[in-house]
């Protein structure tokens, strides 16, 4: 069965205090894989998109990599603005037939100053 | 500056009743889809439209509704079969469904029960 899990569930961090979150996905092929923000009573903010095992992005104090079976959303200095919650989604590839996109549960972030 | 709307914020609901949510985009995007979120859940996919007059169900269409006459909107209802509509309602669009291109989503409607 196709599946994204997240992981922590809850990260509290000190402002400064790197850390990274991690996503883990079993699916039998992989078109894409997907990091949003989320903030409280808002939609979803697209942040990276990554293709293939090896490939990094970078956005400010963020960094996405990916492997074969887990992406990690790196987090440099974290500033209490960064505070939300972080959503991974998988897009499969079933045969050359794109499938819909898996969720996480997300992570989210605290960031106190 | 181009964005996806949903309108209402907040919206309730009583016993027996239909309502709609409404998704409006300017982003010249072909693929709509509805989300619905729920505590402790991922997002999960209600329906998806792929061009004009064309939807398909996603992974819990039952008691929902939807359709699309125009490409810029992509009307959700929810009606009295769903018995369970209390949750977060998002809508998303992506330049095309096959594109990999990534989905962006409007700012969501909260749905309650009076």
């Known amino acids: 069965e196709d599946q994204v899990t997240q992981s922590p569930e809850a990260l509290r961090l000190q402002e400064g205090e790197s850390s990274s979150l991690n996503c883990s996905y079993t699916?039998?092929?992989?078109?894409?894989l997907f990091w949003y923000r989320q903030d409280p009573g808002k939609g979803p903010e697209f942040l990276f998109t990554l293709y293939s095992a090896g490939e990094e992005k970078e956005k400010e104090r963020l960094k996405a990599t990916l492997t074969k079976k887990e992406s990690f959303l790196h987090i440099t200095a974290p500033k209490p603005e960064d505070s939300a919650t972080y959503l991974c989604?998988?897009?499969?590839?079933?045969?050359?037939?794109?499938?819909?996109?898996?969720f996480g549960k997300g992570t989210k972030l605290s960031v106190k100053p | 500056d181009g964005g996806i709307t949903q309108s209402p914020k907040y919206l309730f609901r009583k016993e027996g009743q239909n309502v709609t949510l409404s998704c409006e985009q300017n982003?010249?995007?072909?693929?709509m889809y509805w989300y619905r979120q729920d505590p402790g859940q991922g997002l999960r996919l209600i329906y998806y439209?792929?061009?004009?007059?064309?939807?398909q169900k996603g992974d819990i269409a039952e008691g929902y509704s939807v359709s699309r006459e125009k490409k810029e909107s992509f009307p959700l209802t929810v009606t009295s079969a769903q018995k369970n509509p209390t949750a977060f309602y998002l809508c998303a669009s992506s330049i095309t469904r096959v594109s990999n291109q990534p989905q962006h989503f409007g700012d969501g409607t909260r749905l309650s029960i009076l």
């Open positions: 699916v039998s092929g992989l078109r894409g």
């Open positions: 982003l010249n995007h072909d693929a």
């Open positions: 439209s792929q061009i004009v007059n064309d939807f």
């Open positions: 989604a998988v897009q499969p590839d079933y045969g050359g037939s794109q499938g819909n996109l898996i």
